[in-house]
């Protein structure tokens, strides 16, 4: 009786380690991940966030809400951060291996696209 209560113990544990294992090992593996995604995330809402500020500061110079001084110095100011941000998007974009030949062919497919769009609309004016 003793060697079953034993062994029922050894499963027992055995099963609560894979248990844990499995719950907790997400979290260990995926972290580079998150962190990944989070980042490119965090530039992508900052971009939006960005321009839509510098709508509402348009807006608020149209509305004479703020002087014309204080518009230009903070439109420079948002216009350089959204830059800065688009010029980081665009490094990434580049440093990706991209097939230059399958580019260059769908480039060609779609001004082909556009000509015979063009042609079509044309033709029937």
């Given at each position: 009786?003793?060697?079953?209560?034993?062994i029922t113990?050894?499963f027992?544990a055995a099963l609560v380690?894979?248990?844990?294992?499995?719950v907790l090992a997400?979290?260990?593996?995926?972290?580079s991940?998150?962190?990944?995604a989070?980042?490119?995330?965090?530039?992508?809402?900052?971009?939006?966030?960005?321009?839509s500020?510098?709508?509402?500061?348009?807006f608020e110079?149209?509305?004479?809400?703020?002087?014309?001084v204080?518009y230009?110095?903070?439109?420079k100011?948002?216009?350089?951060?959204v830059?800065s941000?688009?010029k980081?998007?665009e490094?990434?974009i580049r440093?990706q291996?991209?097939?230059?030949?399958l580019m260059a062919e769908?480039e060609?497919?779609?001004?082909?696209?556009?000509?015979?769009?063009k042609?079509?609309?044309?033709g029937g004016?």
């Amino acid at each position: 009786m003793q060697e079953i209560s034993i062994i029922t113990m050894i499963f027992t544990a055995a099963l609560v380690l894979i248990c844990l294992l499995l719950v907790l090992a997400p979290f260990f593996s995926w972290n580079s991940y998150l962190s990944f995604a989070n980042k490119g995330q965090d530039s992508a809402s900052n971009k939006e966030v960005l321009l839509s500020t510098l709508n509402e500061l348009e807006f608020e110079y149209k509305m004479d809400k703020i002087s014309h001084v204080d518009y230009k110095n903070l439109k420079k100011q948002y216009e350089s951060q959204v830059v800065s941000i688009m010029k980081e998007e665009e490094e990434q974009i580049r440093s990706q291996s991209v097939d230059k030949d399958l580019m260059a062919e769908i480039e060609s497919e779609i001004e082909e696209t556009m000509k015979s769009h063009k042609n079509n609309k044309g033709g029937g004016k």
